[in-house]
């Protein structure tokens, strides 16, 4: 269990460009000592630490439940993407506007901005060969949705995560090269300062999004919609169920999702009955839709349902 392969393959390819940007990064900004280079370099680490603890968010997802976590640890997959998130916001942005802040009270010039250039467009081919790698899974698992209204329906932050980091990084080189043009060719070195800040925002604002819908998930989102129409309609389907008056789903992990029933029973159905069109209803739904790990089923009327809700939503 855990996120899908495609998503996985994502992950380490923006591990790999991750690790060889940062390296080269590095070494141009102690070289030329350029602040929005430095901020490159400190977006590109973070970004690494960020991969690797999605994949250990993904490996600990895939845990057997247990006695002390029931319903498994899929969820720990969501958590780790929060604090991926978090990451982005409080050491990307927060130490690229800082160091922004600094060179713009005490510019510097950049000691060699051929270096910069250099280095730029190996981290643009770097990152843009891990954008496209998660670009292009991401359009397969948001299918004919649009992209806003699949980032929002996306169990799967795995997905979205890399694809938002790697824009963010692309966007970031291209300030970087602005600034550094600005810098040496105005003699202006502020500009390098500016583009650091710039950075710094872009980041910021990726982490926001990230954050909220990281968050959205870990809280729990029930599954799409189209799952809970299927589900609905195979237990309408089994000969004893009247009706089939709702269901709750909460999504666990990418591929973990837990379903409360709510269905009415024949009258002259017996206990052993019951349990046995539970029984069906169980196989039928985890043989159709592997990503249910556990159903639990609620006999009641219709009208005890709508009550029911009616609490539930009123808060009382």
Excluded at 116 to 121: E, S
Excluded at 275 to 293: F, G, P
């Amino acid at each position: 269990m855990g996120s899908a392969p495609s998503s996985r393959h994502a992950v380490f390819a923006a591990l790999a460009g991750n690790i060889l940007v940062a390296l080269t990064k590095a070494v141009a900004a102690v070289w030329t000592g350029s602040s929005s280079m430095l901020s490159e370099a400190v977006h590109s680490v973070v970004d690494t630490g960020n991969e690797v603890l999605l994949l250990y968010g993904m490996r600990q997802a895939r845990a057997r439940a247990d006695a002390e976590h029931p319903l498994g640890y899929g969820r720990e997959f969501y958590f780790w993407s929060f604090i991926v998130a978090l990451l982005i916001f409080a050491l990307g942005a927060g130490v690229s506007i800082i160091q922004g802040i600094a060179h713009v009270r005490a510019p510097e010039p950049i000691k060699d901005p051929l270096v910069n250039y250099v280095v730029l467009a190996l981290a643009f081919l770097f990152e843009g060969g891990s954008w496209w790698i998660s670009l292009r899974q991401f359009k397969a698992a948001k299918g004919s949705s649009g992209f806003v209204e699949g980032f929002r329906r996306s169990k799967d932050p795995a997905s979205f995560m890399v694809l938002f980091e790697d824009s963010a990084a692309l966007i970031g080189i291209l300030i970087a090269a602005a600034g550094t043009f600005a810098s040496s060719s105005l003699d202006a070195p502020v500009y390098d300062g500016v583009a650091s800040i710039a950075i710094g925002v872009v980041l910021a604002a990726t982490a926001v999004l990230l954050a909220r819908e990281s968050k959205s998930l870990l809280i729990g989102e029930q599954a799409d919609a189209r799952l809970n129409q299927s589900l609905l309609r195979l237990a309408a389907e089994q000969p004893g169920v009247v009706h089939a008056n709702g269901v709750i789903t909460v999504q666990l992990a990418p591929d973990q999702v837990v379903v409360n029933l709510s269905l009415e029973f024949a009258d002259e159905l017996r206990a052993p009955d019951i349990e046995r069109v539970v029984l069906e209803i169980e196989k039928s739904v985890c043989s159709t839709h592997a990503e249910v790990v556990a159903v639990f089923i609620k006999p009641q009327t219709p009208q005890t349902y709508r009550e029911a809700v009616k609490r539930r939503e009123s808060g009382s």
